[in-house]
């Protein structure tokens, strides 16, 4: 089948570049590996909540229903983007996982598990939480400590009697280490020193201050941009801290090295555990993707806020594909629109 634009993923960039393909006359198509839109945030640990309220926490075009100052929890996002979906009729393709994709005369060829598709543009929005990343030391562990990735992880109920670890300092690793502070002696292994931020300001989101101070829509070509980039993610609430403080959640610098059930650190300290928390990120993976001059060394997109060297290919929802927005909910809209004005201007007349 032959498309003007297929894009590959139905998650919060995917349906935002449907929801504005679908103001025009173009044939599009999203493609979905998983059975159900919202899958990926339905699959997350039970306790997840954005770091973002209700307020910043949309999609252009539809609200996001309930108290604009409430956090949000992962199942409510997971319904909200089937909600989105539906309302506007995005012709969301599900159980379809791209193989591969090709250079092909006037486009690209997408092969899937379900057939061959062409089209003339393509957006890649698979985001870029693909593969969990999990040290190589880890396989020192001993069979009688259970160790998840926080991206198997669900609930406490899961884990084995004893002490957990948490290794990564990102907000997902702090959540679940406060969760798990309430069962079980807890200790969280961050390899730098943690900044925490206030969720609100005088009442405000401070997702509304940062908005307000131009901090939220800040380039990455800014100065402000470029120090804000460069800066680990704060931690966003005083619960952990105050964890922290009353030793429910021990901290611990950087994990160096594992010997069966004993895990040391950076200062030569070691503790014993019967669980570990891989809270140590993802890495994307784009090997399905043959087409040159499109990655970096790295692997890594080469573009210009979503715009790749190659003709008619595109990526959106990247983390500072423009701005400190645009891997969050609500600026990847603003990511989108730029796409989609580019797309029907240049590629599509």
Same mark, same amino acid.
């Given at each position: ?10 998650? #919060? ?8 393909? @679908?103001?025009? &006359? ?26 973002? !309220? ?44 791209? @193989? ?15 057939? #061959? ?25 001993? =069979? ?24 990564? %300092? %990102? &907000?997902? %690793? ?24 206030? @969720? ?5 989101? *401070?997702? $509304? ?50 010997? &069966? ?16 928390? $891989? ?8 090997? $399905? ?19 790749? !060297?190659? =003709? %008619? ?6 983390? $500072? #594909? ?21 797309? *029907? ?5």
């Amino acid at each position: 089948m032959k498309y003007d634009v297929i894009i590959i993923g139905a998650g #919060q960039a995917g349906l935002s570049m449907g929801y504005f393909l @679908q103001k025009t &006359n173009v044939s599009f198509l999203i493609l979905e590996k998983g059975k159900g839109i919202g899958e990926v945030w339905k699959n997350r640990y039970d306790s997840l909540k954005l770091f973002t !309220p209700r307020s910043y926490s949309s999609l252009p075009g539809l609200a996001l229903e309930g108290n604009l100052s409430i956090y949000p929890t992962k199942n409510e996002i997971a319904d909200y983007l089937s909600s989105y979906a539906k309302m506007f009729s995005l012709p969301v393709q599900l159980k379809t996982e791209v @193989q591969s994709l090709f250079k092909a005369s006037g486009g690209f060829r997408i092969l899937t598990d379900k057939g #061959q598709f062409i089209a003339k543009s393509v957006v890649i929005a698979t985001g870029p939480f693909q593969n969990p990343v999990v040290p190589k030391f880890s396989n020192k562990l001993s =069979e009688n400590v259970l160790q998840l990735h926080s991206s198997q992880y669900k609930n406490s109920e899961q884990l084995r009697e004893g002490p957990v670890i948490v290794v990564g %300092g %990102g &907000n997902s %690793g702090a959540q679940i280490a406060v969760e798990l502070s309430k069962e079980k002696e807890t200790y969280l292994s961050i390899s730098h020193k943690i900044k925490f931020l206030p @969720q609100d300001v005088m009442n405000k989101s *401070i997702f $509304w201050w940062f908005d307000k101070l131009g901090i939220y829509k800040a380039s990455s070509n800014t100065k402000i941009g470029q120090y804000i980039k460069k800066q680990n993610d704060p931690i966003f609430g005083f619960e952990l801290k105050s964890l922290i403080k009353s030793g429910k959640v021990i901290l611990k610098p950087r994990t160096i090295s594992i010997n &069966n059930d004993t895990i040391t650190f950076e200062n030569d300290s070691k503790v014993q555990v019967n669980n570990v928390i $891989w809270s140590t990120g993802f890495i994307t993976d784009y090997s $399905w993707i043959d087409i040159e001059e499109i990655l970096d060394e790295e692997g890594e997109p080469l573009h210009q806020r979503g715009i790749t !060297p190659v =003709e %008619g290919l595109y990526f959106l929802g990247l983390p $500072w #594909q423009y701005s400190r927005g645009s891997a969050l909910i609500q600026g990847v809209g603003e990511d989108a629109e730029y796409l989609y004005k580019y797309i *029907i201007d240049k590629n599509l007349k």
